[in-house]
């Protein structure tokens, strides 16, 4: 019960299926485009945002069903449309271990010996897969099985969510350090600490853990206070979860993370990690490693910066905040009046959100 994966990837199954026959009915030239769009869709990944949507519904009374677990699904399709659009605008090669969308349209323009420019059409053509998950995940949470009133009443938070992802994207871009950078722009050229942690408010902890919670809630028919201790439970979760992201990305093993190490050292991303570092670096270190952030072309700038990272004390600072916050998520969860199934589930959910290495 408390694992609501395997249904969700049955209902991705299903719903891919049956997109991607009514696309090839289109033309036959969609096949390969569909094919990514199914691998993209189904290739697995942790699938937190259907799990909490699931028990933010079952914490506010809403029974096991397969309609939530549909409804839930939708966030995963919303969460690819994010990864394609991302690894746009990173430039990633690689996903989950595995060429990226833009990667693979790329290689099926080389195959069909198309025209133009092969790297332009795989950009170009994974921001149409983008766009494509957006609407499905519409398409998926309309076709649920829940009431009219349940969705009319969940829609907001929903629409909500959405607009708070694009607008932490986009603060991330904004505040992206490195040479060019303006010391006057929105980043100042700078890692600001309380910027930072506003974009992880809204690029993580309220699309990832916030965000779903309310959803579920709202679907099932929230009681007075849940939406509240969703948030007080949600917040710091994310901001827990967003901070492991930044250590995995700069120390993790892409052998199991799925991705390079160091891409938002080499594109000049700030971060939580970073943002430590800078702080507690001695002077002469951070002003190395500020000149290291944010230059691709450099040799070993992306392994020199890890090694200041490391020598400021950032990492172990990291991990004793992510234990804080995990813990102060923790205590909300103990003092609320969750039922113990759904505090059970979310507490497991917190650990594995925080404790993971991938």
């Known amino acids: 019960m408390t694992d609501v994966r395997p249904r969700v990837s049955a209902v991705l199954r299903r719903f891919a299926d049956a997109r991607g026959a009514a696309l090839r009915d289109i033309d036959a030239d969609l096949d390969p485009f569909v094919r990514v769009a199914e691998d993209v869709l189904l290739s697995g990944g942790k699938q937190v945002r259907p799990a909490f949507c699931y028990w933010g519904w079952r914490g506010a009374g809403g029974p096991d ?3 939530i677990v549909t409804a839930a699904a939708a966030l995963e399709v919303l969460h690819a449309c994010a990864l394609v659009h991302d690894d746009v605008m990173d430039g990633s090669q690689l996903r989950r271990g595995a060429p990226s969308a833009q990667r693979r349209l790329t290689l099926v323009h ?3 010996r198309l025209g133009g420019d092969p790297d332009t059409f795989g950009r170009s053509a994974a921001i149409l897969l983008g766009d494509l998950f957006l609407a499905w995940a519409d398409d998926l ?16 938070t929903y629409a909500r969510m959405r607009g708070e992802l694009v607008a932490g994207q986009y603060l991330d871009l904004a505040s992206q350090v490195g040479p060019g950078a303006s010391q006057g722009g929105a980043g100042g050229g700078q890692v600001d600490p309380a910027r930072v942690a506003r974009i992880a408010r809204y690029k993580t902890a309220g699309y990832t853990v916030v965000r779903p919670l309310q959803l579920g809630a709202l679907l099932a028919g929230s009681r007075p206070g849940l939406l509240e201790t969703y948030a007080a439970f949600g917040h710091p979760l994310g901001e827990a979860f967003q901070l492991r992201d930044d250590v995995l990305g700069v120390f993790g093993d892409p052998a199991v993370t799925g991705k390079p190490a160091g891409e938002d050292l080499r594109d000049g991303r700030p971060n939580g990690l970073l943002a430590l570092a800078l702080r507690q670096a001695r002077p002469a270190a951070a002003a190395r490693l ?27 600072a990291a991990e004793e905040r992510i234990a804080a916050r995990t813990a102060q998520a923790l ?5 609320s009046d969750l039922d113990d199934t759904t505090r059970g589930a979310l507490m497991e959910l917190a650990t594995a959100a925080t404790a993971r290495a991938q």
């Open 110 to 112: 080389r195959r069909a």
């Open 290 to 316: 500020r000149d290291l952030v944010g230059r691709p072309a450099r040799p070993g700038a992306v392994e020199q910066a890890r090694e200041l990272i490391a020598a400021s004390g950032a990492p172990a």
């Open 141 to 156: 949470l309309m076709a649920s099985g829940l009431t009219p009133g349940a969705l009319a009443r969940a829609w907001p």
């Open 65 to 67: 069903c397969d309609e």
């Open 331 to 335: 205590a909300v969860l103990a003092r």
